[in-house]
């Protein structure tokens, strides 16, 4: 597929609970992840159709996104936000996505608003 017939769909500001992160008190009393969503998609199908089926269906999608932020606890933002990715990437109509994880009460001793990592990645072609 041409990359220049791919739309951007973003989704921002999911609100998960997890208990990711390195210290026992992250794992142990959890915290708010905040995930963004930007998904490369052709549009031009549901806009021509407007039919659901044509597209992402980004309700379930969220869902499964936060499902995912919310089950088992890992170390590290950057393994939460490939396994955000993966969960993207499984519909089969998200060319690529953006995934950023907010972590905004990250145990920092210092003032500051927001810990945020983004990671892009494209659907791999099967042989």
């Not at 990711?20 to 995930?35: A, L, S, W």
């Not at 998200?94 to 210092?110: F, G, L, S």
Request: net charge negative; hydrophobic share 40%.
């Amino acid at each position: 597929m041409n990359d220049q017939n791919i739309d951007e769909l973003a989704i921002t500001g999911v609100e998960c609970f997890g208990h990711h992160g390195v210290f026992d008190f992250e794992r142990r009393d959890g915290q708010v992840f905040v995930i963004d969503l930007v998904l490369g998609i052709d549009t031009r199908p549901a806009a021509a159709s407007d039919d659901l089926r044509d597209t992402a269906h980004y309700g379930t999608l969220v869902e499964a996104v936060k499902a995912a932020v919310e089950r088992d606890p890992v170390d590290l933002i950057e393994t939460l936000a490939q396994r955000v990715a993966d969960v993207c990437l499984l519909e089969h109509r998200v060319e690529w996505c953006r995934v950023t994880v907010h972590k905004p009460d990250a145990p920092i001793d210092a003032t500051f608003s927001d810990v945020a990592l983004t990671i892009t990645r494209k659907r791999t072609l099967q042989p």
